[in-house]
């Protein structure tokens, strides 16, 4: 994997789109199994590739799963540096010092430390959260003009299945506060005011272009 890595670093992601560089990188994904864990730095690759140079609204959903796995991933180191400092003060205690345990240095364990740093989890996790909500607010505000079936009503039961009662398969909603099902919902109700504003906007608009003799911008001399 450190070939991989390595193609993954230098790829400038603010660059114009290198297709070749990018297809070095498929070629070495595209022979690992697809049922194991994707490591930290592919879900990052995948992320640059969905926001940067422009975020590729379309791909919002694919988005917001990638940010869960990372956030899973993100959890999970917390927990284990935590583990590995509480070890770390039981082995360092005179009575349960043992001979042959590897102990941290004082650097280790300040990064350490720093990782499980209270501040900065609740400031990650803000963030996360805070990222996750506006982009499913910003899906369904883009939805509105370039919705494809019920392709709308599909990611409104995705998002705020509080509403539908519905089961959402996103993985971001599965370890949401009772706050943060708050602050969703809330987010949620604002969504379906901007649907139905925009909605009367554009029955209104029509109905004033109807009046000058359009339809949709077209005058009717040319379609009748």
Known sequence: MDVLVQRIKDVNFH?????????????????VDPASCPPLYVL?????????PDLIRSQIPSLLDLLAQIELIRQRAVKAARDALAW???YT????KSDGILLLSEKEREIIE???????????????????FKLCELHIHSLWKHSEGDQLGHYIREYFPSFTNDKSSRMFQLDLSEDDQRRL???????????DK???WETELEEAWVMKGYVYGIPLHLIY
């Open 15 to 31: 660059d114009q789109y290198d297709r070749q560089a990018h297809r070095k990188i498929y070629n070495v994904i595209s022979i």
């Open 44 to 52: 990052v690759y995948a992320v640059e590739n969905i926001i940067n």
């Open 88 to 90: 770390n003060q039981y």
């Open 93 to 96: 205690t005179s009575a349960q």
């Open 114 to 132: 720093c990782i499980v740093d209270e501040r900065r989890a609740t400031a990650a996790r803000t963030i996360y959260i805070g990222v996750i």
């Open 185 to 195: 919902q809330e987010i949620g109700k604002g969504c379906f005011a901007f649907l």
């Open 198 to 200: 925009a909605s009367k």
